[in-house]
């Protein structure tokens, strides 16, 4: 191996001194971004056609390095153990503590145009050949920062998948492991088609094997992370051959990482999100458990939920237009830091099922392919980008950090690189943010890398700040809802306590981060917490924990995974499914009815409780759920029903928790009082063949809403076919009224005592008058 790694990069030094600067230029410059520009002038593509550019290993354009590389084992690497040792903080100037420093430019194999932190504080990273050509068809690379930054911290490994995931979609799953999906595709010499293959990289063995196929092609395609533990691919163009014109991925597949498994949300195909949005699609998992998508470009927003074959749906609320070169940071769960055009900067907080956008502080100037980066402190660092795409013109140097506290930017330290199309940036457990790459195309070829110190690293004369240890947690995973107990040093007074989910970065994007802060106390060295127990908000995956100190300087992280519940993916039922409430005068309350809510999976965040259907504002519930039922617990929901009327009233309880909803039918019968006098009527003897003078009976609404009348009938005793009766009841009596139902006795014969009853239905009453007569 230690041979094979030598060759890969002497390729690369040897090419350095055959290429020379080409001013061709990737996109458009959109200096003059508005609102109205149109979608494809905003989607406007770079060329992914490789050129002669100056490439640039650290030292400077066109130096060429002599490396020399150690052999390396495949071993899998422990982190934070020695972390510190081989990325010592650099001291820097009085004004450190306040903009941070950039160390200095150091080789890098290949230009990492995707990197994701691995669990073992290691950073996979591809997407070019050792030349910096396009193409990861043939090597990845494995760095360990324990072991510093030169040649023999990085593990150069062949790609024996025959796929190349140049522009794949990837991130870090549940168990550990990298699935890629997507990617290049070379179709009768030319690049740049799609392929549908997928592939997964081992940490612990550092290998990378074929996986499962997608059911669509996609090139420049999104995987999220759900809270289930399953992942979702958005987006992509799936063009195979011709190019033109583009052919989006409209429908997003689920994956299964337990059966390796592909499922299209059928349900969910969109081309108004995903059609001219087809281009690393800006996704993220929103509190409740939908998927919230944001247009890059025309600030459109929608709601995906990926339960059954899932659905979408379209936000009333538009973003102000923005690019597809421009980063949108999710900092806290439920909100997004997004730069949109002419250096407008807005969060989108989409906690509610209305998304609310507000503008904060515009940034310095337009950052064409800049990153975004979650710090340990929850502030947002924005480095690298260009005013002009892709171009050495107007590079921006220096970085500009966000505090979410005050909606307002500081200027950072600056690099010495330009870091434009195919640079990335990611938070490191050591609290520095590794910022690398650009190029295929150029204008300049990156092969290399600086890491960023923040200032919450430095004293305020510039010398590295005395950092709080944290050593040590007692589990090596964790369930939602979980106590967390952590260690620190004997001297430190901790002030925060902060989860930065592990950073999984490409083309200005990394959906899958988020920052929490943690509630704890402190008894000695001893930190106790309790993580949140809602996996919409704690998603499940690999997570670094800091301890921040007084002065603001935090830990080195401890890193562990966060599981999907001891129980799985959210999975609960309700019963009963039918539910009848019953009778209940109108203007009174039933007595409760309870409803049970089985949590027979993971936690499950409960998203809302509500009634729908015609009769839904005359039911009512209280619960003792609370926001989370924990895994394999049960909860009650107490239904009462308040009539408003008289008549059967019908409705739908919903249970909406982790995007499930789960329905039961529930039913009342409200009634309205009243009486029928007098009880008794007698026609005394009427003669044979003849019919009596009419006698009345009164029906009375005692009650303050309409009475209905279901009907009046001549039923029971011994001859009701010898009465009969005409009303002015009609269908209903109004409140405090009366009618009048007129009944008539016709005997045929000399007879006895005939009688019967005159019934007088109302919905949930009967109330009957008895009359009688003799036949003479």
Excluded at 219 to 241: C, D, E, I, K, M
Excluded at 438 to 467: F, H, Q
Aim: aromatic share 8%.
């Amino acid at each position: 191996m230690a041979l094979k790694n030598h060759v890969y990069w002497a390729i690369g030094a040897l090419l350095a001194t055959l290429v020379s600067l080409a001013a061709s230029t990737a996109l458009s410059a959109d200096n003059n971004e508005v609102q109205g520009r149109p979608v494809a002038e905003l989607m406007r593509l770079p060329d992914e056609t490789d050129r002669k550019v100056p490439i640039d290993y650290g030292a400077g354009v066109g130096v060429m390095l002599q490396v020399a590389r150690s052999p390396r084992s495949a071993a899998s690497v422990r982190f934070p153990a020695a972390a510190t040792a081989g990325l010592a903080v650099p001291s820097g100037d009085p004004t450190a503590n306040i903009k941070g420093v950039f160390g200095p430019a150091v080789t890098w194999p290949l230009i990492p145009i995707h990197v994701v932190l691995l669990p073992d504080g290691r950073v996979m990273s591809y997407g070019t050949n050792a030349s910096g050509a396009q193409g990861a068809e043939l090597i990845y690379d494995v760095w360990d920062p324990s072991l510093g930054t030169d040649s023999s911290s990085h593990l150069v490994l062949p790609n024996s998948t025959s796929t190349d995931i140049f522009c794949s979609a990837q991130t870090l799953m549940l168990n550990g492991e990298v699935l890629t999906s997507g990617g290049d595709l070379t179709v009768n010499g030319a690049r740049n088609s799609a392929n549908n293959q997928t592939t997964i990289f081992s940490p612990s063995a550092n290998t990378l094997t074929p996986n499962t196929a997608m059911a669509y092609a996609r090139w420049y395609a999104t995987l999220l992370a759900l809270p289930s533990g399953q992942l979702v691919v958005f987006g992509g163009r799936q063009n195979v051959g011709s190019l033109d014109p583009v052919i989006p991925a409209t429908t997003p597949e689920l994956y299964d990482p337990a059966l390796k498994t592909w499922t299209s949300l059928t349900g969910a195909t969109s081309n108004a999100a995903f059609g001219a949005n087809w281009w690393y699609p800006r996704v993220y998992v929103a509190p409740g458990g939908k998927v919230f998508v944001l247009n890059s470009t025309n600030g459109k927003m929608f709601y995906l939920s990926t339960a059954g074959s899932g659905s979408i749906t379209l936000s009333s609320v538009v973003a102000p237009a923005g690019n597809i070169a421009y980063p949108t940071v999710p900092f806290v769960p439920g909100k997004l830091l997004s730069i949109r055009a002419n250096k407008q900067v807005v969060v989108v907080d989409y906690t509610t099922p209305t998304p609310v956008v507000t503008a904060t502080d515009p940034i310095d100037q337009n950052r064409f392919w800049a990153n975004g980066t979650v710090l340990a402190d929850g502030r947002v660092v924005v480095s690298g980008g260009s005013n002009v795409a892709n171009e050495l013109s107007g590079v921006d140097y220096q970085t500009q950090i966000w505090d979410p506290n005050t909606g307002h930017w500081t200027a950072g330290a600056s690099a010495t690189k330009p870091r434009l199309y195919h640079s990335t940036a990611v938070l490191l457990p050591d609290a520095t943010v590794l910022t690398g790459g650009g190029g295929a195309p150029g204008p300049v070829i990156n092969l290399n890398a600086e890491i960023y110190y923040p200032p919450y690293l430095y004293a305020a004369d510039g010398t590295p700040a005395l950092r709080p240890t944290l050593s040590s947690t007692d589990l090596p995973t964790y369930d939602p809802g979980a106590t967390l107990t952590a260690t620190v040093g004997p001297l430190d007074t901790i002030a925060r306590l902060t989860l930065v989910r592990s950073g999984s970065a490409t083309h200005s994007n990394d959906s899958d981060a988020r920052f929490i802060e943690l509630s704890f106390t402190q008894t000695g060295q001893t930190l106790v917490t309790t993580l949140p127990i809602d996996t919409t908000i704690l998603v499940p995956g690999y997570y670094m924990l800091f301890a921040i100190n007084t002065a603001g300087v935090p830990s080195v992280a401890q890193v562990f995974p966060i599981t999907s519940g001891t129980a799985g993916p959210p999975n609960f039922s309700i019963a009963p499914s039918s539910l009848a409430v019953g009778t209940v005068m109108v203007g009174a309350s039933s007595i409760p009815k309870p409803v049970t809510v089985s949590n027979n999976g993971g936690a499950l965040p409960l998203s809302s409780i509500s009634f729908t259907g015609k009769g839904a504002s005359q039911f009512s519930q209280t619960s003792n759920c609370g926001s989370t039922i924990p895994a394999g617990r049960s909860c009650t929901i107490n239904v009462v029903f308040t009539p408003t009327a008289a008549g059967n009233t019908k409705a739908t309880l919903n249970v909406v928790g982790s995007d499930i909803t789960q329905t039961a039918a529930v039913s009342g019968l409200g009634s309205e009082p009243f009486s029928v006098t007098p009880d008794t009527v007698s026609f005394g003897h009427v003669p044979a063949g003849t019919s009596s003078a009419s006698m009345s009976v009164q029906v009375i609404n005692t009650g303050s809403a309409a009475l209905p009348i279901n009907s009046i009938t001549v039923t029971g005793g011994n001859a009701p076919a010898l009465f009969s009766q005409t009303n002015d009841c009609g269908s209903s009596v109004p409140a405090g009224s009366s009618c009048t139902i007129n009944v008539v006795f016709s005997p045929v014969a000399v007879s006895g005592r005939m009688w019967t009853k005159i019934n007088v239905a109302s919905p949930g009453a009967t109330h009957s008058s008895t009359v009688s007569g003799y036949g003479a």
